[in-house]
C-alpha cells in the first residue's frame, strides 16, 4: 500500500512541478530572433499553423507547445487574422492576448481632397506593405472589381485616410474608399437642396470636383459652387480652368495659356457647355454639400482676390471692375 501512495505522490509532485514549469513558461518573455517579430495572419489559418508561423518568423519557441498553449487557453478559435508585431519582452500570453484582440500592426493609405485618379494610384503603389494587387490591372479592370463596369474611376473613390493590416491588397482599401465615396454622395444627394440644375447625384459628383478644384478659401466653396449652378441655370458655360488642365493631362507644364483655353477637349469648359463627361479630382465632404447647397446667391463671376479668398460679381460689368483691381492692379 505504502509503494501505492508513493506512487501517487510522486505524480502529484511531478504534475505539481510540470504546472509551475507552464506557469512560469506563460510568465517569462520569448526568445526572438530579431528585437521584433512580425507575421502577418490570414483568414482561415488554424490554430497549429500560427503557432508554426510564428517561430518561422522568428519566436524561438517549441511550435507544439506554443499550440498547446493556444489550445488550453480556450481561445484558440478566437484568434484574428491580421498583421502582428512582438517586441522583446512579451510573454506566451501577451503574444496570444494580441492575436485574440486583434491588436495589429497597421499601416495607412491617405487620399487627398483634390487627387485625381492618377495620384491615388501612385499613393497606392508607394504605400507600404500593401499587396499590389492593382498594378497589374487596367482602369476598366478596377473598376469592374468595384461592381461599376463601365464607369471612369475619376472622382469615384472619397479622400480619407484609410488603415489597413501589413499584406492586405490595395485592392481591398481601395474598395473601402469606394464604398465611402458611394455613401457621403447618396447622403448628400438625399439632403440636397430644390430645384438644383442636376439630372442625377453623378452630375453633382462632377461639379463637386470642380468646387474642390476652384476653391481657395473653405468659406467661399458654397458661393463658388453657387457660380457655377447658376451658370448651369442659365446655360453659360462654367468656362473654369481646372477643367481645361485635367483635358490636358500629363501635358500640362504648369502654364496654362491661351491657346490652351481655345483647344477643345471634352473636358474644356469654354469650348463647350454643360459639366465634363466626368469628375475631374475627388471631392471631399465639404465640396459635396456645398455643390449639393449653394449659397442662395445670384453670382456667375469670381476672381481670385491674390490671398486665397475670391471676389464674387452678379454681372459681367463689376466682374471686369473685380478682375481691373485684383489682377490688373487697377483702382
Known amino acids: 500500500m505504502k509503494w501505492f501512495l508513493r506512487a501517487v505522490f510522486a505524480l502529484l509532485l511531478i504534475a505539481a512541478l510540470a504546472a509551475g514549469a507552464v506557469w512560469q513558461w506563460l510568465r517569462s518573455p520569448l526568445t526572438l530572433a530579431a528585437p521584433s517579430v ?10 497549429a499553423e500560427v503557432a508554426r508561423a510564428w517561430v518561422a518568423a522568428g519566436v524561438q519557441a517549441d511550435a507544439r507547445l506554443l499550440y498547446q498553449w493556444f489550445r488550453w487557453s ?8 491580421g498583421s502582428y508585431e ?3 519582452g512579451a510573454t506566451p500570453r501577451q503574444l496570444l492576448d494580441k492575436m485574440v484582440r486583434g491588436d495589429q500592426v497597421l499601416e495607412q493609405l491617405r487620399l487627398i481632397e483634390g487627387w485625381n485618379w492618377r495620384q491615388v494610384r501612385a499613393a497606392l503603389a508607394a504605400a507600404p506593405s500593401l499587396k499590389p494587387r492593382t498594378a497589374g490591372m487596367s482602369d476598366a479592370d478596377i473598376m469592374v472589381a468595384m461592381g461599376e463596369p ?4 475619376e472622382g469615384r473613390f472619397f479622400p480619407d ?3 489597413y493590416s501589413r499584406g492586405v491588397s490595395d485592392l481591398t482599401v481601395l474598395k473601402r474608399a469606394h464604398a465611402a465615396m458611394q455613401h457621403r454622395l447618396a447622403f448628400a444627394w438625399s439632403k440636397r437642396a430644390a430645384a438644383l440644375p442636376f439630372k442625377s447625384a453623378d452630375e453633382a459628383l462632377i461639379l463637386a470636383s470642380i468646387v474642390e478644384k476652384e476653391t481657395g478659401t473653405p468659406v467661399d466653396r458654397s458661393r463658388v459652387a453657387a457660380v457655377f449652378v447658376n451658370r448651369l441655370r442659365v446655360g453659360m458655360p462654367l468656362q473654369t480652368d481646372p477643367t481645361v488642365i485635367y483635358g490636358l493631362g500629363e501635358t500640362f507644364d504648369g502654364n496654362l495659356r491661351k491657346r490652351d483655353l481655345l483647344a477643345d477637349t471634352p473636358f474644356n469648359t469654354y ?28 453670382s456667375l463671376y469670381f476672381v481670385s482676390r491674390g490671398d486665397g479668398s475670391s471676389e464674387f460679381s452678379d454681372d459681367l460689368a463689376a466682374h471686369n471692375r473685380a478682375v481691373n483691381k485684383y489682377q490688373r492692379g487697377g483702382k
Do not use: F
Not at 38 to 44: D, F, K, N, Q, V
Not at 272 to 286: N, V
Open 271 to 298: 469650348t463647350r457647355g454643360g459639366l465634363p463627361p466626368t469628375p475631374i479630382a475627388m471631392p471631399g465632404a465639404a465640396s459635396l454639400q456645398a455643390a449639393l447647397n449653394p449659397a442662395p446667391v445670384k
Open 74 to 81: 480556450g481561445q484558440a478559435k478566437q484568434i484574428r487574422a
Open 150 to 153: 463601365g464607369v471612369a474611376p
Open 38 to 47: 512580425e507575421l502577418s495572419i490570414e483568414p482561415g489559418t488554424n490554430p
Open 161 to 163: 485616410t484609410y488603415a
Open 86 to 88: 512582438v517586441h522583446a
